[in-house]
């Protein structure tokens, strides 16, 4: 059973536009984290949004965690070739001793 | 960010040998190391919760007998795949969880022959 839902899969859009990715579930997390992956390497962390309703800004990256903390997006600004990657949310379910449930990624693909 | 390194980064084996994947945090004591398999075009899947100084938690449909995870230490922990076979080729990804957070290491990528 996938507990996290993430859309779009994937996305290929031009230098300049804007985009959202979406996370949904049914299940509360104590904690949502975004990761970018490249490929052949492990993810890395973006950002870690625990509180409902929290907002994060990481330069043109915007996180948002939902009120009820069964959901999240991840929006680009003015998107740019650099960010073309796999972009990944992962949930935590307890305070960290638990391992993290993965979506399925968003490939993200920024065209000059 | 807290620093994981794993080793090797890539590796080739026939059918039916072991391989020993390492685990380290670099900067940081992890009481608790995960490991998760990731097939191509897939994402992450959790299959088992290393605890330092007792036996490891697997997740459901992963075989404890064929993954033996040992972490001895505050920044150890290996993955050991007995008897690989074709289907077991994947990339290994390790994290390591610093308070709230957790850091993956760079992954092994993992050929049975």
């Known amino acids: 059973t996938q507990l996290l839902e993430q859309s779009p899969q994937f996305l290929s859009i031009q230098e300049g536009e804007n985009l959202t990715v979406y996370c949904n579930s049914s299940?509360?997390?104590?904690?949502l984290q975004w990761y970018r992956q490249e490929p052949g390497e492990g993810p890395v962390l973006l950002v870690t949004?625990?509180?409902?309703?929290e907002v994060k800004k990481l330069k043109r990256l915007t996180f948002q965690f939902g009120d009820a903390r069964k959901d999240s997006s991840l929006h680009i600004t003015a998107a740019q070739p650099g960010d073309t990657g796999l972009y990944l949310c992962?949930?935590?379910?307890?305070?960290?001793?638990?391992?993290?449930?993965f979506g399925k990624g968003t490939h993200l693909i920024i065209q000059p | 960010g807290a620093v994981v390194s794993q080793h090797p980064s890539r590796v080739i084996c026939k059918s039916g040998t072991s391989v020993k994947i390492e685990c380290r945090s670099l900067?940081?004591?992890?009481?608790?190391m995960f490991w998760y398999r990731q097939f191509p075009k897939q994402s992450l899947m959790l299959m088992a919760t290393s605890n330092e100084g007792s036996k490891a938690t697997y997740e459901q449909g992963v075989e404890k007998d064929k993954f033996l995870i040992n972490h001895a230490s505050l920044t150890l922990s290996t993955l050991t795949v007995t008897s690989a076979h074709p289907e077991d080729s994947s990339f290994y990804i390790c994290?390591?969880?610093?308070?709230?957070?957790?850091?993956f290491g760079p992954g092994t990528r993992l050929t049975v022959l």
């Open positions: 900067d940081f004591q992890a009481t608790t």
């Open positions: 992962a949930g935590a379910k307890g305070r960290g001793a638990d391992g993290l449930t």
């Open positions: 299940s509360v997390f104590s904690s």
């Open positions: 949004v625990v509180t409902g309703g």
């Open positions: 994290s390591a969880r610093s308070r709230l957070e957790q850091f």
